[in-house]
Structures are given as C-alpha cells and as structure tokens.
C-alpha cells in the first residue's frame, strides 16, 4: 500500500507540478507527516524532489525532471479501456482519438495483460439512454465541444419553451444525462443550462474568456439538479396503490417510487402513501395512467379532476362507439344490371 501511495505521489507531482503536503494528505486519507515520510523516501530513491516549506510552501520535481516509469496493472489497463466506452466521446469527436489511443494502450502491455484487457471491452456495456427513448443526436454538438474546450464564446439561436431566442454564450461544460447533452454556460453574469439538441445555429466568436473563479462543473450541475426538484416538486399526494401499479411506479419518478415502495401493505397488499407531485394537472394525468390500481386520497381537488379527466375519456369511447353503432350500413342487394 505504501509503495502505491509513493509511486502515485511522483505521478501528482509529475502531472501538477508543485502541491502541498497537506493536500496530498486529503487525497490519500493520511497525515501530514505520513506524506513527508514517503517524499522523503522518494527523495532517498534518487527522485529529485525539491521541498518548500512554511506558509504557501510545498513539493515539486526538478525542473525538466521526467520518470519514465510505463507500468500498468492488469486492473488499471482494464479501467482505462472501460473508461472509454465507445458513446459519450465519439458524440465529441473523439473516436478516432480514442481508438488509436486504446491501440498504443494494448500495445504496450505484455501479451497476457493486453488479451485480459481487450476481453474486459466484450463484457460491460454502457448504455445511458432510458427505456421509450430514442437517441438525441444535436446537430451542433462537436462545435459546442471545441468552445468548451477551447474556452471561446458562440453566438446561438436557441429553441426554448417560450420560442426562439438569440443568446451570446460562454461555454463552461457539458453534461450527459439520461442520454441527453446539456451545455453549461455563462450568459449576462449569469451561469444557466442550455439543451444542446435545441440549438438551432451557432457561430463561434473570436477571442476567448475566463470561466469563474473556482467554477466546479460537478459541483454546480448538483445543486441545478437539488434546486430543479426543489421548485419541480411543490405539492404532496396521498395515494393508495395496489401491486398491480407496483412494477409501473417508476413513471411518477424516483422520490414518489421510493415512498410507495417504503410503505406497509395492508392485507390486500395496498399501499398508503405521500409523494411529491409538480401540479395538480400534470399530477392527474401521471396517476390516471396508473389505471385502476391507484386511488387519490388526498388532496380532494385531485381525486377530482382524477375523477373528471376519467370521465372524459369514458365519454370519448362511449361517443365513438355510438357513432359506430348508427352508423348506416351498405346494403346487401345490388341493382339489376341494365
């Protein structure tokens, strides 16, 4: 463990140049002076390492100083080639690149390892879209790719809900979710979330820009996610399922599946249960969908436009049916040939 710890430690000064004790202290889960033992003991194997210390101090390599070290294990070969499942980096642009790189990765392995991590590609599939979807295939996502990289803005006609809009962007990132790309971007001060697949043209400006200071992708695209729940999920139900809605009840979303599915059966295996809704109308029509295993208990204005929406569909059938039924039918004889 100790001699992983120091070889990955000559790694992050590699990479990053100077860091400090403490820092690689929080990343190893170690103390500080478990940290200043193994850069002592890199230092002893002839590595030369060079160390600051006091306030803003800290460890770098001599400058121009490169290991050569090439070794993988047969766990990390795996990792790597797993990490670049064919999808989310061919949308980029980035097939070629990675196919060529898994090539040079193979090749550098010995025979036995390089087979093993071959067969890992054959035996874990990626797929991140969701059932009753298809693939979204925006049209401009490899040139919202090169901006983000590239840190330049681009100027787009956007489709949004309200209609069509035309906006200056600064591309901050991009997220894959549930098989749909969203942009992440500066816009006016503000950092707001963009539907790739909604762009309806782009041009890339000149110059370039500088994200916001210490703007963490990850970390914003979870507290977008925390807030859009938040103002999403504004009313609670009470509602009784049966268990022949218990293998649909993903449809009303995760925080409503969950809540069914933690409550108690009674003897005829119905569940009691609040879950959170958007608004009444777009709650009836999830629930209705559900048929007759779930019943509304609370509040009454949904069980009633449950009730009223029910109804219309009963009057729609009713009426075509009748219509069907006094319908004239072609008559059976025919007229005498003349």
Avoid: C
């Avoid at 093993?116 to 979807?133: C, E, I």
């Amino acid at each position: 463990m100790r001699a992983s710890r120091v070889l990955s430690i000559l790694m992050i000064l590699q990479a990053r140049g100077r860091v400090t004790a403490e820092a690689m202290a929080a990343e190893f889960e170690v103390s500080v002076r478990t940290i200043y033992r193994d850069v002592d003991e890199l230092s002893a194997s002839g590595v030369p390492v060079h160390a600051d210390r006091g306030p803003g101090g800290g460890f770098q390599l001599r400058e121009g100083y490169r290991t050569q070290l090439t070794g993988l294990t047969p766990d990390e070969a795996q990792t790597l080639l797993l990490a670049g499942v064919p999808g989310a980096l061919t949308d980029l642009g980035f097939g070629s690149a990675l196919a060529s790189a898994e090539r040079k990765l193979l090749a550098a392995l010995p025979q036995g390892q390089a087979s093993r991590a071959a067969a890992s590609r054959q035996r874990v599939l990626l797929d991140p879209l969701d059932w009753y979807r298809r693939v979204e295939q925006p049209r401009f996502l490899t040139d919202v790719a090169r901006a983000v990289w590239n840190q330049t803005p681009i100027a787009v006609r956007y489709e949004s809900w309200t209609g069509r809009r035309a906006r200056t962007l600064e591309p901050l990132g991009l997220v894959l979710k549930g098989g749909v790309w969203y942009l992440v971007a500066r816009v006016e001060a503000a950092v707001r979330t963009y539907r790739v697949g909604r762009i309806t043209s782009l041009k890339t400006l000149e110059g370039a820009f500088e994200p916001p200071a210490r703007f963490n992708l990850a970390k914003h695209w979870a507290a977008e996610l925390a807030r859009f729940d938040r103002e999403r999920l504004r009313g609670q139900a009470t509602v009784r399922v049966g268990e022949g809605a218990l293998t649909r009840i993903e449809r009303l979303g995760a925080d409503a599946a969950e809540a069914v599915r933690a409550s108690r059966p009674d003897r005829e295996g119905v569940r009691t249960a609040t879950i959170p809704i958007e608004s009444l109308e777009h709650a009836a029509i999830e629930l209705l969908g559900l048929g007759p295993h779930l019943e509304v208990v609370a509040p009454p204005e949904l069980a009633q436009r449950v009730r009223e929406l029910a109804l219309a569909v009963t009057r729609l059938y009713d009426a075509r049916r009748s219509a069907r039924s006094t319908k004239p039918r072609p008559s059976s004889t025919t007229s005498p040939a003349t």
